[in-house]
């Protein structure tokens, strides 16, 4: 799509036919407590709340001119009777099993949902211990290499799409954080991705092979956790080749959430900060896995990138050089999913003057997680269906690194990506971006 074509007239978008599969990779915590949820929802047992696309409205046109429809009435995303849903997993549990074990959501709201949930059974993982070294399971494909377990993942999403009778896909990395990875000649173009995959090569992680699998099997694909995963040269020009939208990394909830959500406003005000200082103790599986030094790498960078782009030292060095930020994530059992995270911010005023804020945030991780991943499902799915392809930026919005193109930093200010996102379903309908000028309204 032709981002200046659609101004006037919008985008010609199929309408959303038959049923959605959504593919979640990971059966654990975030996925279960999302099946669990979108299947509540339809029984009527409980509200979507925290979606965008199925609480959110949206304005169109002058604030006196009082349109504000819902948003899933104003673009055609797919409904949640035709959600239907897939997953791998390196265990066998299916989404009933995984759901009680996770410790999310309660014991008498999983029973009741327990058909719906036992017909989520995982496929076969792509999984290499070398990746998650806290994790080891024996549901796994077993091939010669890697390029030929990206075949077999191919095949599972074609039977899958055939048995369920699903019209469209979409892939969803919802599985625990793999170590840091840094991108490389084997990233850099598709031939010597493959290559690379042939040659069993340490630098294709198990998560690149499902977001290679998705977008040839022309599927849309999208990121949950911190790993590289389809953020590489490589794959981003497949997603364009291929014609399908792809975002990532990293879902943006608990203390980043409220990092996005304060540190734009002490900057709106010129308020400066000497440091902040972020700490979480969680007791579920992501926590354990986050225990090991290389997957807390790979998170710890994608939640220290957040202030510095949010605060730009270089542009207000007097209020935002140097400042310190430290994140710790403990591993501390008791607490499960039931995260409690700290910070201590410590500002200063007109004068120098300084101040401190403390927050105690007693956050569900997977509450946070879920709407996001439904919301991101039909988003891509809109997307793809509008002709977007590549990067959508404007997904920001639901993550912690937001993918860009190369050279452009990320937009972290959520309200910015708030914007952002609003704006570009008014594009694809044909609406008036909303630039708040409003100057107008005083003529
Ligand atoms: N919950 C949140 O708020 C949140 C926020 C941002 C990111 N995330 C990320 O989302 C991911 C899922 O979080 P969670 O709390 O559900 O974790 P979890 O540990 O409960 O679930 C992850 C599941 O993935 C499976 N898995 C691991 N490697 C796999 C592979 N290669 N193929 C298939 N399955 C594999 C594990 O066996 C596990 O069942 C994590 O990477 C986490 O860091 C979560």
Redesign the pocket.
Known sequence: MNNHDAKSKGVQVEGPKGKLGVLL?????????FVAGVEAIKKGMAEPIGSLTQMGTIRLGKRTDNRVPLIRDFVKLAKLDDLVFG?????EEDAYE?ALH?GVLERDLINDLKPQLQAVK?MK????QQ??KR?N?TH?IKASNKFELAERLIDDISEFKRMRECDRLVMI??????IFLQPGEAHSDMKKFEQAMKENDPAIA??MI?AYAALKAGIPFAN????LTVDIPALTRLAIDQSLPICGK?????QTLMKTIIAPGLKGRLLGLHGWFSTNILG???G???DDPESFKT?EESKLSVLEYILQPDVYPTLYKDFSHLVRINYYPPRG?N?EGWDNIDIFGWLGYPMQIKIDFLCR??I??AP?VLDLALFLDLAKRSGMRGIQEWLSFYF?SPMTAPGLYPEHDLFIQLMKLKNTLRHLRGEELITHLGLEYYD
């Open positions: 990779v990971g059966l654990g915590a975030v996925s279960t407590t997953a791998w997993d390196i265990f995984a996770s995982p993982a792509v999984f290499d990746y998650v994790l399971g796994v990395w919802c599985a625990s954080t793999e198990p998560s499902y949950g956790a911190p790993n990293d879902f943006k909830t608990g579920n599986r992501d354990e896995v986050l998170k999913d995260k991780d997977s946070l997680a996001i912690k």
